[in-house]
Nanobody, 114 residues
Framework: QVQLVESGGGLVQAGGSLRLSCAAS????????MGWYRQAPGKQRELVAT???????NYADSVKGRFTISRDNAKDTVFLQMNSLKPEDTAVYYC????????WGKGTLVTVSS
């Protein structure tokens, strides 16, 4: 079992940047796939980015070139650097650990104003 706690969300103007963090309650070294998802009001949750234990990454087309996912296994933390933010990036961002039944954090709200 693993608990995930997201942080770093907030209000930012379009074109700005934010860095989200996801702290895990135990070692993530053996967790092959960690990821960020988001859910905008009235929409379904969607994948933003994932990263494997080997460092391979995958991004939604809508964020490619603007967002960067990374992981620090020594600190049991996954990051999402978000640059050139757009109003359509406004959502609750969730961290996910793909292990066992899968685990989710409670999310952190990102609001991008135009």
């Amino acid at each position: 079992q693993v608990q995930l706690v997201e942080s770093g969300g907030g209000l930012v103007q379009a074109g700005g940047s934010l860095r989200l963090s996801c702290a895990a309650s135990r070692s993530i070294f053996s967790i092959n796939n960690m990821g960020w998802y988001r859910q905008a009001p009235g929409k379904q949750r969607e994948l933003v980015a994932t990263i494997t234990s080997g460092g391979s990454t995958n991004y939604a087309d809508s964020v490619k070139g603007r967002f960067t996912i990374s992981r620090d296994n020594a600190k049991d933390t996954v990051f999402l650097q978000m640059n050139s933010l757009k109003p359509e990036d406004t959502a609750v961002y969730y961290c996910n650990a793909r292990v066992g039944a899968g685990y989710w954090g409670k999310g952190t709200l990102v609001t991008v104003s135009s």
